[in-house]
């Protein structure tokens, strides 16, 4: 490895927080009435829905292994789940778990 | 200082039935776990979860560690994943503003930001007072931070112990989570056309520059349902 761990970590959490300080700090005369509020609102939303798909379409780490076809299996799978349990968060949470565990040690 | 009411009434709403306890911790599990996979010793590991606690910065940091990066691509690579955290303070804390809380707390609390507690604070805010809400978010901040920390602990230590197929079906469960949670929390026009507009551009930019997909998909999404949202309701 050629950094050492203590740095990357200082390194990382120094990239991490400069985002949420800066966002408590500009978020200070902001109303939250206003339209630049709302909009800051979508691109919340809009920021973590497009994580949330790269991290299933184009994943980082052990899911690189899983076919895709597998990781969008699970995904639909679990949507259905989440209905049908009434929008309970638990069940769909572990029955991912569960299928994508199960899935790629059958098949 | 803090009030406990409000700060134990945040910590609690770990335990409710649709916290995110399991998914968060099970997450970390595979974080603790990847990390000792990579040489990191316990302290390190425990060290990184508590500064960082952000799951897609961990993973991006652990993957440029992998393949030598410097420290300079470590923090930008980290800056650009974790850059969403912007925009999730500042639609979060006009929420908690209140003329009689002391600044620090803001300051302080800001570190807590992150999916799962950012989507309770979000579904739970208008239950609580505007001059507790603060208090209410540490609470629920600390709560998720020590899950966190508590599953980077059992990750590490069993790491030996999860398989192959058993690390994948911890590391689809965060975003599964987090998808139904979004889904859940689409209830307005604006929201919903945000997170299915976010959903298609996020991967679409990938094609055009994996480290500013999220950014770009989330900026344009964002606007773009923000406008169609505003025409609806003028």
Known sequence: MSVSIFYAILVTSLATFISRFLGAVSSQGIKETSKLFKWFNCLAYATLAALIARTIIFPAGVLIDASYLSRIIVVILSLVVFFVSKQNYVYPTVFSALCMAAINNYF | ?234
Not at chain 2, 84 to 106: D, E, G, I, T
Request: charged share 10%; with cysteine; aromatic share 14%.
């Open chain 2, 1 to 234: 200082m803090i009030n406990r009411q409000f700060f134990f009434k945040g910590y609690k709403s770990i335990l409710a039935p649709d916290s995110p306890a399991i998914a968060l911790g099970c997450c970390f599990i595979a974080i603790g776990a990847l990390l000792k996979n990579l040489g990191f010793n316990i302290q390190e590991s425990i060290f990184s979860t508590m500064l960082t606690y952000a799951l897609p910065g961990s993973l991006v940091m652990a993957e440029s560690l992998l393949v030598g990066a410097s420290l300079l691509n470590i923090f930008l690579a980290v800056w650009f994943v974790n850059a969403r955290l912007y925009p999730m303070a500042v639609s979060l804390f006009p929420l908690m503003m209140h003329k009689n809380q002391p600044k620090w707390k803001y300051y302080f609390s800001c570190h807590f930001i992150a999916v799962s507690a950012w989507l309770i604070m979000k579904s739970n805010y208008k239950t609580v007072p505007k001059k507790q809400r603060i208090d209410f978010w540490i609470g629920i901040g600390s709560a998720t931070w020590s899950v966190a920390v508590i599953g980077t602990f059992i990750g590490f230590y069993f790491s030996e112990y999860l398989n192959k197929d058993m690390m994948m079906g911890l590391a689809i469960l965060n975003p599964v989570y987090f998808l139904c949670m979004m889904v859940g929390a689409s209830k307005t026009i604006q929201i919903t056309l945000s997170v299915i507009l976010g959903t298609i551009l996020g991967p679409i930019f990938y094609f055009l520059s994996p480290e500013w997909s999220i950014l770009l998909g989330g900026i344009i999404g964002g606007t773009i349902a923000y406008l169609i949202g505003e025409l609806n309701v003028s």
